[in-house]
Each structure stands twice: as structure tokens, then as C-alpha cells.
């Protein structure tokens, strides 16, 4: 679903794409805007779990438009559910383009994390502060 409007939320990351993050078409390779949204996201999953976390999972990212090189890449993570250590995070990409202030969302997914704890396995979530 297209919308032109980005989450009512603080972006988790801001960033320029550059030329040495495109592919040969002169778009900027998906993997490096996924790679920014698990950034992103990490980010968020270890703010909420006070801790270690892993991604376990990414489901249903779509890639809407390209982002081209100058473009700024916002990121945005909201936390959508939670278990005993795992953590959902519905995470969008929207784009700026360099000579103008349009925003279009260019993809979004569904990571899930999991807190670990000191040993590498999965812990329980601390209580919400």
C-alpha cells in the first residue's frame, strides 16, 4: 500500500544514499536500503530490550520505487508486538529527493528481533520502563 504520509514517529536513521551504493542501473542496490533498515531497527530492538539483539526474521518487504544517489533515506521502526523475547517491528523507507522535499515511501517490511542474553541464547524482555 502506497502512502505518502510517514509514521507520526521519530526516525530511527537518516542518511544520504551515495553513488557507491547503487547498481549498474544507477539505482541504489536493495540489499544496502534493506541493510539500513535492519540498522535502523536494531537500533530500536535493543533501546527496547536494554540489551544484545538479533534479527530472526524479515517478512513481507516490498520495494514500491527506486531511491536514487543523493536521496535522503529515513527509516522508521515501530514496535507493533512483542513475546517473551522477541520483539515485531513494522519498519518503513521513504525517501527525499535531493533537489526537492517530496517524500514517497520506497519499501517497508516486518523484522522480528530476539534479546539475548550474556550467553548468546535468547533471554526473557525486561519490563517496559
Given at each position: 500500500?502506497?502512502?505518502d504520509?510517514?509514521?507520526?514517529a521519530d ?37 527496547y530490550?536494554?540489551?544484545?539483539c ?5 517478512d513481507?518487504?516490498?520495494?514500491v520505487e ?7 533515506v ?7 508486538e512483542?513475546g ?8 518503513s523507507?521513504w525517501?527525499r529527493?535531493c ?7 520506497v519499501?517497508?517490511?516486518l ?7 550474556s ?11
Amino acid at each position: 500500500m502506497q502512502t505518502d504520509i510517514p509514521p507520526d514517529a521519530d526516525p530511527a536513521i537518516r542518511t544520504i544514499a551515495m553513488s557507491s551504493d547503487t547498481n549498474p542501473a544507477g539505482d541504489i542496490f536493495g540489499g544496502w536500503l534493506l541493510s539500513q533498515m535492519d540498522l535502523a531497527a536494531g537500533s530500536v530492538a535493543a533501546r527496547y530490550a536494554r540489551g544484545r539483539c538479533v534479527t530472526v526474521a524479515i517478512d513481507k518487504i516490498v520495494f514500491v520505487e527506486p531511491v536514487k544517489v543523493g536521496d535522503e533515506v529515513t527509516v522508521y521502526a515501530l514496535l507493533v508486538e512483542t513475546g517473551r523475547s522477541s520483539m515485531k517491528f513494522e519498519v518503513s523507507a521513504w525517501r527525499r529527493m535531493c533537489d526537492g522535499e517530496d517524500v514517497r515511501k520506497v519499501t517497508g517490511a516486518l523484522f522480528t528481533f530476539v534479546a539475548l542474553g550474556s550467553d548468546g541464547r535468547p533471554r526473557p524482555l525486561l519490563p517496559a520502563k
